[in-house]
């Protein structure tokens, strides 16, 4: 009986400390990936970027950030204002954030509640379905600045053959960019989103 108390004793100490490295380490991602999110929250303030802005939803919450993007030249959606949040995971930048516009956005990679498909935000490594290259998917390196440039290239040049959104696609593919539905691509959106 007591050589079976202290095996369960050993093995609970050796689940605590692998609790407690696993505890360390996620601390320690969370304390980097926040440097790293101020950082590049004080970059953008510093150094504007043409084609968005960006800053914090709560000043108390540097994992959630508000951006509007302003529609790209000669696009469908020149002249829109777009708002859109980005959800920055504890262990950024090892995951990418997720990605979801508040404004009504009619687009092939954006699905109808707003969620951005874009490779660049997909989990890092190989494509369990085999469209999509390692290179092509999250990497460590990519910043709010490169996710949101990325995000305005893919408004003016849509992946139609992975839509996210099939209707839009299918509107996209037959309508192209002669394409003017009110509502839809190339309406002016207010920076207010859906409470315009």
């Known amino acids: 009986m007591a050589n079976a108390q202290v095996l369960h004793a050993k093995g609970l100490c050796h689940s605590l400390v ?3 490295q696993y505890v360390t380490q996620s601390i320690m991602a969370e304390g980097q990936s926040t ?3 101020r950082k590049q929250l004080a970059d ?4 504007p970027v043409e084609g968005f802005s960006a800053g914090l939803i ?3 919450d540097i994992y959630k950030w508000e951006v509007l993007i302003i529609g790209p030249p000669d696009t469908l959606y020149e002249g829109g204002f777009f708002k859109a949040h980005l959800y920055f995971p504890k262990d950024y930048p090892q995951k990418p954030p997720k990605m979801k516009f508040i404004s009504d956005v009619w687009h092939p990679n954006i699905e109808k509640n707003g969620d951005v498909c874009i490779s660049i935000l997909h989990e890092p490594g190989d494509d369990k379905w085999g469209y999509e290259k390692a290179n092509e998917r999250w990497l460590p390196i990519h910043t709010v600045e ?5 995000v305005i290239s893919m408004l003016a040049d849509p992946n139609d053959e992975s839509p996210a959104n099939v209707d839009a696609a299918s509107e996209w593919l037959t309508c192209g960019s002669s394409l003017s539905a009110p509502g839809k691509f190339g309406e002016e959106q207010s920076a207010a989103g859906d409470d315009a």
């Open 18 to 20: 692998i609790c407690n």
């Open 58 to 60: 709560d000043d108390d």
């Open 146 to 150: 490169t996710i949101l440039i990325s």
């Open 35 to 37: 440097l790293l999110l």
């Open 44 to 47: 953008l303030k510093k150094n």
